[in-house]
């Protein structure tokens, strides 16, 4: 009898097991196909009308009309690949940074490394000068990176060495974002009226303003974090059972927190420093793909990656669209979007270890 009811369990969890196999590849399917049709509808959301068809052929060059392969090339293609490329990213890094921390509510926004990323920015901008020269923009990415990575020696310290909650982890990020927030404010006191357009205008974020040497580094930090945790996931999806468990199987997770955590810092601090303070992207795809595949990083990564940039792009073209022709800052879009997902989760996970 015990052996035939252990015969009958374990048919039933592999059925359960091909079935989120089958509905895990189905959403996989249906965000390629939202992603798909946010793209057509961005290409056509403007001022300057016209069909589909002849879009497609303006992103070639090949559109007989000239105005169309201007509009296209230097105004809507750019800013498409660039919400597209930093939602994928931020949505990535938001999936990794909850694994690696094994916390449901960790973000580079609510952890504070967006905000540390977006002082360093800051510094570039109106100490150095950084800003106003696109030659010299890899100077706003290091000092971006600086400071996310300086957000993330605090958090590091404080979850290994101080035993803090999940919930006290991110209230101790929302402390180092006031900081980083104030320090910020603190530079735009003492900038001159040039320096403080320009740190303003990018606080708003921007999704316009990054030109295809910056797409092409974004890009490549994005695909080379996607390849790096897509080649790891199965270590994620060890973690879950917790720290004795992984490193059981062999798993440095020392080593390996580490390393990610270097890679979300520099791939928020290269999106920050392009496009300006958007928040929340990381935390809304990745709890929007767990609520669908659950746990399972073999399909919480794509679909991170995947959802993330569906929201940017169609929040994207809700600023663009909303109060036409006047487009609304999208790190403003973002937070109303993020806000209310973040309390519920808060509310949800009451500060449970």
Known sequence: MSCA????ENKRTNTKYLRNQRKSRAFLLIMS???FFSIILAMKAGSYETSVFELIKGIFGL???????????????????TAII???GLGLTGCILQAILQNPLASSSTLGVSQGA?????????VFGFGAQRELGIGVSLCAFSGSIAVAVVILALSRFCNISAGGLVLAGVAISSMFTGATTLI???????KLATLVYWTFGNLGSAGWEDIKLMFAVVVFLSIYCYFYRWDYNALLSGTETAMSLGINVQRMTLINMMLCCLTSSVIVSNVGLINFI???????????VGNNYVYLIPGSILTGAAILLLSDLFARVAISPVILPIGAITSFL???MFLYLLLRNGGQK
């Open 118 to 126: 977006s002082f360093g920015a800051a510094v570039a901008i109106v």
């Open 188 to 194: 735009q006191y003492f900038a001159d009226e040039v």
């Open 63 to 81: 559109s007989a009309d000239d105005k169309i392969n201007l509009v296209v090339q230097n105004n809507r293609l750019p800013r498409i690949c």
């Open 86 to 88: 930093s939602g994928a």
């Open 33 to 35: 196909v939202i992603l």
């Open 5 to 8: 009811r252990l015969l009958l």
């Open 338 to 340: 993020g806000g209310p």
């Open 282 to 292: 990381g935390l809304v795809a990745a709890h929007i793909v767990r609520m669908v």
